[in-house]
């Protein structure tokens, strides 16, 4: 499977909760691929965050794809409610899941793709028996809960293994990395394997605005992409 174009999906936590509605559509005229909304229940992750209707009231303010992820203790419960209020893809935690791949059935059922998150503690042997149900594959690159966390650099063979996982699949399965993620860490996270990434703080603080951030972490990627190809390595893969 041909490595898939990169993708950036900024974090709303960040953003200003006065006037989310208008940061939603900023990021869209940024350019973003997608947008993810951090749904923390004060239990799974010791913060309170966005409800269903919160998100529902900002879905008319962006044509980009919404994203929940669902850092909650009983997802199934409220899987529903987020796919209603305009999430085209929910994913949940392997932590949280008793019946996974029932859980997972269930968020296709209702529409959307189904995706998994794992925190750092957590190995991809977790998800290994229900690929089929992935949509996409989340390494938490911070133990969630909090924005402006530093990336846990250790997780790249992680990155890795779950790249090694996925490519065995031959199936089109976005690996997301979220939590840390800059343009002093994008670089490190695409080489280990990601293609997909989730940006929160270093979007909002970059001192140039939003779309700057966007174009530097792109061009970053594109560099990145571009190395690789020209990497001795790649040529031997390559068969050059
Ligand atoms: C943390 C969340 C992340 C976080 C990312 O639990 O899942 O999405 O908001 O923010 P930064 O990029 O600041 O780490």
Same mark, same amino acid.
């Given at each position: 499977?041909?490595?898939?174009?990169?993708?950036?999906?900024?974090?709303?936590?960040?953003?200003?909760?006065?006037?989310?509605?208008?940061?939603?559509?900023?990021?869209?005229?940024?350019?973003?691929?997608?947008?993810?909304?951090?749904?923390?229940?004060?239990?799974?992750?010791?913060?309170?965050?966005?409800?269903?209707?919160?998100?529902?009231?900002?879905?008319?303010?962006?044509?980009?794809?919404?994203?929940?992820?669902?850092? +909650?203790?009983?997802? %199934?419960? $409220? /899987?529903?409610?987020? *796919?209603?209020? !305009?999430?085209?893809?929910?994913?949940?935690? #392997? =932590?949280?899941?008793?019946?996974?791949?029932?859980?997972?059935?269930?968020?296709?059922?209702?529409?959307?793709?189904?995706?998994?998150?794992?925190?750092?503690?957590?190995?991809?042997?977790?998800?290994?028996?229900? +690929?089929?149900?992935? %949509?996409? $594959? /989340?390494?938490?690159? *911070?133990?969630? !809960?909090?924005?402006?966390?530093?990336?846990? #650099? =250790?997780?790249?063979?992680?990155?890795?293994?779950?790249?090694?996982?996925?490519?065995?699949?031959?199936?089109?399965?976005?690996?997301?990395?979220?939590?840390?993620?800059?343009?002093?860490?994008?670089?490190?996270?695409?080489?280990?394997?990601?293609?997909?990434?989730?940006?929160?703080?270093?979007?909002?603080?970059?001192?140039?605005?939003?779309? #700057?951030?966007?174009?530097?972490?792109?061009?970053?990627?594109?560099?990145?992409?571009?190395?690789?190809?020209?990497?001795?390595?790649?040529?031997?893969?390559?068969?050059?």
């Amino acid at each position: 499977m041909p490595p898939r174009s990169p993708l950036i999906v900024p974090s709303v936590l960040p953003a200003d909760f006065a006037r989310l509605g208008d940061d939603v559509a900023a990021l869209e005229k940024a350019g973003v691929d997608r947008i993810q909304w951090d749904v923390m229940d004060g239990h799974f992750v010791p913060n309170l965050t966005f409800g269903p209707d919160v998100i529902a009231a900002c879905r008319s303010r962006a044509a980009v794809g919404f994203e929940a992820h669902l850092m +909650v203790s009983n997802p %199934d419960d $409220l /899987l529903g409610r987020y *796919v209603e209020a !305009g999430c085209e893809l929910v994913i949940v935690h #392997a =932590e949280t899941c008793t019946h996974l791949h029932k859980t997972l059935s269930q968020i296709r059922a209702l529409g959307a793709r189904s995706g998994v998150a794992l925190n750092p503690a957590t190995g991809i042997g977790a998800v290994s028996h229900v +690929v089929d149900l992935l %949509d996409l $594959l /989340l390494v938490m690159t *911070v133990n969630p !809960g909090f924005g402006g966390q530093a990336y846990i #650099a =250790e997780m790249e063979p992680k990155i890795a293994e779950a790249r090694r996982m996925i490519d065995a699949t031959g199936r089109d399965i976005p690996l997301e990395v979220d939590g840390g993620i800059s343009s002093e860490t994008i670089g490190a996270a695409a080489a280990a394997g990601a293609d997909t990434f989730v940006v929160g703080s270093a979007l909002f603080r970059n001192p140039d605005g939003i779309a #700057a951030q966007v174009a530097e972490c792109r061009a970053i990627l594109a560099a990145a992409t571009e190395a690789e190809a020209g990497s001795p390595i790649s040529a031997i893969a390559g068969g050059k």
